[in-house]
């Protein structure tokens, strides 16, 4: 006997633009369980792997989305021609540090860096990268700041506890020859380790601050497509862009 509630979670995630998490998909199907969606997403999840076909369903920044499988980006970058997205050297340092050190104010950002963080931390703002999560008690109250899910979804991460530890980040910089291959922009996103960190706390944007950030990248690092999100945008006929 077909799972009705597995085909209906199937199309809402079909014409999502974004990922979709199981409270959003609760309070659309209002009649489902949380335990019972949870299920049925596995289900779907455990199908598509099977499948084995050029996209699979992944858990995505606190949240569930159909992506091409890494190993077909070529051909869609070559449909697609998304243009490459940059971040600075100096930009690659301020986020790692804010992702690593969360809640984190600037002076401590800059107190690490050992330059002034102004620029850098509007333009990641502007980015949807970082937010501002309030303001410390301190004289000045100052602005903290934190990682957003926009910053999940680019990194092709499931929550911070998929951040790879600065061990592991260190071992690969030893490697010959390793580039600073990070994710694309939205529409993109890199594999990233399965290393557990200390699990986040509010949301899912933040985590308990480690003990270093890991080490910088290159100046001017690309972010290569690995995996490309591709879903319709016409959610009213269902067919794809």
């Given at each position: 006997?077909?799972?009705?509630?597995?085909?209906?979670?199937?199309?809402?995630?079909?014409?999502?633009?974004?990922?979709?998490?199981?409270?959003?998909?609760?309070?659309?199907?209002?009649?489902?369980?949380?335990?019972?969606?949870?299920?049925?997403?596995?289900?779907?999840?455990?199908?598509?792997?099977?499948?084995?076909?050029?996209?699979?369903?992944?858990?995505?920044?606190?949240?569930?989305?159909?992506?091409?499988?890494?190993?077909?980006?070529?051909?869609?970058?070559?449909?697609?021609?998304?243009?490459?997205?940059?971040?600075?050297?100096?930009?690659?340092?301020?986020?790692?540090?804010?992702?690593?050190?969360?809640?984190?104010?600037?002076?401590?950002?800059?107190?690490?860096?050992?330059?002034?963080?102004?620029?850098?931390?509007?333009?990641?703002?502007?980015?949807k990268l970082i937010r501002v999560l309030g303001r410390k008690d301190i004289p000045g109250r100052p602005m903290i700041y934190g990682t957003t899910k926009q910053f999940l979804e680019v990194f092709n991460l499931k929550d911070l506890r998929d951040l790879p530890s600065p061990k592991e980040i260190?071992?690969?910089?030893?490697?010959?020859?390793?580039?600073?291959?990070?994710?694309?922009?939205?529409?993109?996103?890199?594999?990233?380790?399965?290393?557990?960190?200390?699990?986040?706390?509010?949301?899912?944007?933040?985590?308990?601050?480690?003990?270093?950030?890991?080490?910088?990248?290159?100046?001017?690092?690309?972010?290569?497509?690995?995996?490309?999100?591709?879903?319709?945008?016409?959610?009213?006929?269902?067919?794809?862009?």
């Amino acid at each position: 006997m077909t799972n009705p509630l597995k085909f209906i979670l199937e199309s809402l995630l079909f014409v999502t633009e974004e990922p979709l998490s199981v409270s959003q998909l609760k309070s659309i199907l209002e009649t489902e369980s949380s335990e019972a969606i949870r299920s049925a997403l596995s289900e779907l999840i455990t199908e598509y792997d099977q499948r084995g076909g050029g996209f699979e369903l992944r858990q995505i920044a606190g949240g569930f989305q159909f992506r091409t499988r890494s190993e077909y980006s070529e051909w869609v970058k070559k449909l697609l021609k998304p243009s490459p997205a940059r971040l600075s050297r100096a930009a690659l340092e301020t986020l790692a540090i804010i992702a690593y050190k969360q809640p984190i104010i600037r002076s401590d950002v800059e107190h690490i860096r050992g330059v002034d963080c102004g620029g850098v931390l509007r333009m990641l703002l502007e980015k949807k990268l970082i937010r501002v999560l309030g303001r410390k008690d301190i004289p000045g109250r100052p602005m903290i700041y934190g990682t957003t899910k926009q910053f999940l979804e680019v990194f092709n991460l499931k929550d911070l506890r998929d951040l790879p530890s600065p061990k592991e980040i260190e071992s690969l910089g030893t490697d010959d020859g390793e580039q600073d291959a990070l994710p694309g922009n939205e529409e993109t996103a890199g594999q990233a380790s399965n290393e557990m960190l200390p699990p986040p706390t509010g949301d899912g944007d933040r985590a308990p601050a480690l003990s270093q950030p890991p080490p910088p990248n290159g100046e001017n690092s690309p972010m290569p497509s690995e995996q490309v999100k591709t879903v319709p945008k016409n959610p009213a006929d269902g067919k794809k862009s």
